[in-house]
């Protein structure tokens, strides 16, 4: 293995989280994956959950991490999230590459397949209410309003807005970076490309940072 890592290990119980059980086996299991290689595991999040959340925060965390450093997230065992949509619908959302050590084959698409098997009921509901509603429309029923194509020039916008969401919450993934380096007395541009360089930090194309692009990284905060 090369590059740079971040690990998520989930747990599913406060119980479980307070004792570390179960983490130390994931760890280990993250640990073999990873053995041999030129790597470095950049960190490490550890979700507790409880059957009362559905959310992920952990995994967010760690998503977001992996667009900071421009590393990949290895995940400590899918198998036994196969069936939790959740889950697996934010993994496949995320953006970022990631391997499961207990499933090493898997890949954004698998977790995909895997996710639309696990909404499988929710997706035979909707077909149903759109039948029925094929059916209303087909007995003269007017429904809904215009439905008709998206116009060119409106996609365009749709398209840019949609990277400047992106470019704006990469900025804001970055922005405590930043902020540490300026209290550290890094406030120039050239310093502040050079700590986020010395912290292993890629620009959004995997480059080195420079004065220019930290510019343009400012004015989005």
Same mark, same amino acid.
């Given at each position: 293995?090369?590059? +740079?890592?971040?690990?998520?290990?989930?747990?599913?119980?406060? %119980?479980?989280?307070?004792?570390? $059980? #179960?983490? !130390?086996?994931?760890?280990?299991?993250?640990?073999?994956?990873?053995?041999?290689?030129?790597?470095?595991?950049?960190?490490?999040?550890?979700?507790?959950?409880?059957?009362?959340?559905?959310?992920?925060?952990?995994?967010?965390?760690?998503?977001?991490?992996?667009?900071?450093?421009?590393? +990949?997230?290895?995940?400590?065992?899918?198998?036994?999230?196969? %069936?939790d949509?959740?889950?697996? $619908? #934010?993994? !496949?959302?995320?953006?970022?590459?990631?391997?499961?050590?207990?499933?090493?084959?898997?890949?954004?698409?698998?977790v995909g397949i895997m996710a639309m098997v696990a909404e499988e009921e929710r997706r035979m509901i909707s077909r149903r209410t759109k039948d029925a509603l094929a059916a209303a429309k087909r007995r003269g029923t007017k429904l809904g309003g215009d439905r008709g194509v998206i116009p060119s020039k409106k996609a365009r916008a749709m398209a840019t807005e949609t990277l400047q969401a992106r470019a704006n919450a990469r900025a804001t993934d970055l922005a405590p970076i930043v902020a540490e380096l300026q209290a550290a007395g890094k406030t120039s541009l050239r310093a502040i490309a050079e700590g986020l360089n010395d912290a292993g930090i890629s620009?959004?194309?995997?480059?080195?940072?420079?004065?220019?692009?930290?510019?343009?990284?400012?004015?989005?905060?």
């Open positions: 293995m090369e590059g +740079k890592w971040i690990s998520y290990l989930r747990v599913s119980t406060d %119980r479980q989280g307070k004792s570390g $059980l #179960g983490i !130390e086996a994931q760890r280990n299991g993250v640990a073999e994956y990873l053995n041999g290689g030129s790597w470095s595991l950049v960190k490490e999040f550890v979700e507790v959950e409880s059957g009362k959340r559905i959310d992920r925060p952990m995994l967010a965390e760690a998503t977001k991490a992996c667009r900071v450093y421009g590393a +990949k997230l290895v995940i400590a065992k899918l198998d036994r999230l196969s %069936r949509a959740h889950f697996l $619908l #934010g993994l !496949e959302k995320a953006g970022v590459d990631f391997v499961a050590a207990d499933m090493p084959n898997a890949n954004r698409l698998t620009t959004p194309r995997n480059s080195k940072w420079s004065a220019v692009q930290v510019r343009r990284l400012l004015q989005r905060l």
